[in-house]
């Protein structure tokens, strides 16, 4: 007990290090880079939140450079209490992406108030990292990876400066050093990038508010749903076919197919997806193509009709629409198959009652219309005819901003505004078809697409979003009927814009001709590049890995191969490092530099100084030997050992060392 209580008492007793200060160009270039790594999501933080941010970075450089005091430490816990506080008023949680994002700047900033030691350096710094690796879970955009790639090579300058923040750096020397760090380390980052073995899917979860501003097609359908969407010239996939791309009234790209109608909303009913494709009999041949789809958070995917093939993980239900294990919550590239000439054969007793299923009220008007065409036993074909002649020779307009339906929204339709988008005449036509004994279905996804000349594949954007509707016809199977086609037949053959008599409504990217044209030439040779980063590097999964690897003649490969190749190319880089640092060994310290430099020039006049002899020891035998150069060598020697072993080292002490070894004559 005696011996323990001595021990503490020692520990007691032993002076505590002086803690090292942070620099105020160290800090600078800190705060810069912290800075930098929030200017990305700014906009979208609560404005209190980005304006306390900006005045905690500038009252903490203006602390830093005219020398003033840190806050007290119960300001420092009220400003955190009240940030903490504001962010859960605004995000109802501290968990998720946005409250999660919006606590991590915070709490950033309230560490900028109490940073003062070389230890508070670099808490920030691996806090400035963890904001540049926060925008990434909003956007993997190439111009966002380049500028964040550039705040990183910043932030990497700032912690090189604050480690080395008495070395006498020059006024780019940090930023030179980060950059020779980065290009060492590419090599490594290629190698695990194309050889790491790839798994489906992201190896953790993201919160589920981690996709709420996606847009795309829904599960329902109402007036005014897929109008809403061609309000925007977002790309929704690209494709490149196997080929010549097909004609545009070819390209229906199939999503999901609604069933059910409570007499204004139209929802799915398919059942549960089978893991081979829906047997059909295809006519003619097939078309062969890749999709490259961006993060929708949903587990469908679009083929066109018919798909014939299924991508990995992947179901159709009966209605031929395919479906994911996992929401497509990165960008995903799948190959696919289809067949655009097909018959589809008998339709299952349960389908075909739901197909002909109405509510038991409402749309009377409509009802009448379809008695009156089934007098004298009109066949099918003859009812689908009499709809789109409706269509195609009354007064109906194709519109993005139609007038709003009342509760028999059918007949409102057809015999009072006649003014609609797809939605408004798919809807009102499979409804005229049920009425008449004819099964139909509504059937969303997207319809034609523009090609980009600079990359040869197409772009199908939001605004492309389309419904048209299906009916079974005895011997045929489900045939595409699309009555859109019969009111507005450039929208089908030449897109939206061909379509609408005011243009303006259109986002700039889904308009054509024009002054403009120019601009959005740049934007599509853009796009190319921006297509090249989706399939080579944000859709780099498991198929595009084995894909690419057999692709360079390896054959076959699998998980295993992958590792043992990626162990060997690591562990041959590493040696091939190692060999060229072995070669070009040297001291990198300006400190050691300097004294190795003096020892050299007294080596040369038979002072050589001794491994085991530290450095006031040797300046001691030199001084004994040459009393004339007792004084030069004493000075230096002790500049060096304060310097190399002292707590705190001093900029202007490293240049008068460095000075003085300049100077110095043996």
């Not at 590097?537 to 490969?557: C, H, M, N, T, W």
Request: charged content about 20%; aromatic content about 10%.
């Amino acid at each position: 007990m005696r011996l323990w209580n001595q021990k503490n008492r020692l520990k007691a007793e032993k002076p505590a290090l002086p803690l090292e200060v942070l620099e105020p160009i160290a800090l600078s270039w800190l705060l810069g880079a912290l800075l930098l790594a929030a200017v990305p999501r700014a906009s979208e933080l609560p404005i209190w939140l980005t304006l306390l941010f900006g005045a905690i970075l500038i009252w903490r450089w203006l602390i830093a450079m005219r020398g003033w005091s840190l806050p007290p430490r119960w300001l420092l816990l009220v400003v955190a209490v009240l940030a903490c506080a504001g962010v859960l008023i605004d995000y109802r949680t501290l968990f998720g992406r946005d409250a999660g994002v919006a606590f991590l700047s915070a709490m950033t900033a309230c560490k900028l108030l109490e940073t003062r030691t070389l230890r508070d350096g670099v808490v920030l710094v691996f806090l400035g990292y963890l904001l540049v690796m926060s925008n990434l879970l909003y956007s993997q955009e190439i111009l966002l990876v380049i500028y964040l790639f550039a705040v990183v090579l910043l932030m990497l300058a700032a912690q090189i400066l604050i480690h080395r923040q008495h070395a006498g750096l020059k006024a780019l020397a940090p930023i030179w050093l980060s950059g020779k760090m980065a290009l060492q380390a590419i090599p490594v980052m290629l190698i695990l990038f194309v050889l790491f073995p790839r798994i489906p899917g992201p190896l953790w979860g993201l919160p589920k508010d981690a996709y709420k501003g996606r847009t795309g097609l829904s599960e329902q359908m109402t007036p005014g749903t897929v109008s809403e969407l061609s309000k925007s010239d977002e790309v929704a996939f690209r494709v490149r076919f196997n080929g010549p791309i097909p004609p545009p009234n070819q390209l229906y790209w199939r999503g999901p197919v609604l069933w059910n109608f409570d007499g204004r909303r139209w929802t799915s009913g398919a059942g549960a997806p089978r893991n081979t494709p829906v047997p059909f009999t295809p006519e003619g041949t097939a078309l062969e193509y890749s999709v490259i789809l961006e993060p929708s958070n949903r587990i469908w995917l679009f083929a066109l009709d018919l798909p014939a093939l299924l991508p990995p993980q992947t179901g159709m239900t009966s209605s031929f629409q395919l479906l994911r294990q996992q929401p497509v919550n990165e960008v995903y590239r799948y190959q696919m198959r289809s067949y655009p000439n097909y018959r589809t054969g008998h339709l299952d007793p349960i389908e075909r009652t739901t197909a002909l299923r109405l509510p038991a009220r409402g749309n009377p008007r409509a009802r009448a219309l379809t008695a009156e065409w089934r007098q004298g036993g009109a066949r099918p074909e003859a009812l689908i005819d009499a709809a789109l002649f409706l269509f195609r020779e009354q007064a109906f307009y194709y519109t993005l901003n139609p007038p709003l339906l009342g509760s028999d929204s059918v007949d409102d339709f057809l015999f009072r505004t006649r003014r609609g988008f797809c939605e408004h005449y798919a809807s009102a036509f499979v409804f005229l078809m049920r009425a008449a004994g004819v099964p139909a279905r509504v059937v969303t996804g997207y319809q034609g697409g523009e090609r980009n000349t600079f990359g040869d594949y197409l772009i199908v954007r939001q605004s492309d979003a389309h419904a048209w509707a299906e009916a079974w016809l005895e011997g045929r199977g489900w045939v595409r009927v699309d009555p859109t086609g019969a009111v507005a037949p450039n929208r089908i053959q030449d897109g939206l814009y061909a379509a609408l008599s005011d243009t303006e409504e259109l986002p700039f990217l889904a308009r054509r001709g024009g002054d403009g044209e120019w601009l959005r030439q740049l934007a599509m040779s853009w796009d190319t590049v921006n297509n090249s980063w989706n399939e080579w590097v944000l859709a780099y999964g498991p198929d595009r890995q084995k894909e690419f690897l057999s692709g360079l003649g390896f054959g076959p490969i699998d998980w295993a191969d992958m590792t043992v190749a990626m162990t060997l190319m690591l562990g041959g880089f590493g040696l091939l490092v190692a060999g060229l640092r072995w070669r070009n060994r040297g001291p990198r310290d300006p400190v050691v530099k300097a004294y190795l430099h003096f020892c050299a020039r007294l080596a040369r006049r038979g002072l050589a100084r001794a491994n085991q002899e530290g450095p006031l020891a040797f300046a001691e035998r030199v001084a004994a030997s040459r009393p004339d150069l007792a004084g030069s060598v004493r000075e230096i020697s002790r500049l060096y050992a304060l310097l190399r072993y002292g707590p705190v080292v001093s900029t202007a002490e490293v240049r008068q060392l460095q000075a003085l070894v300049r100077q110095f004559r043996a």
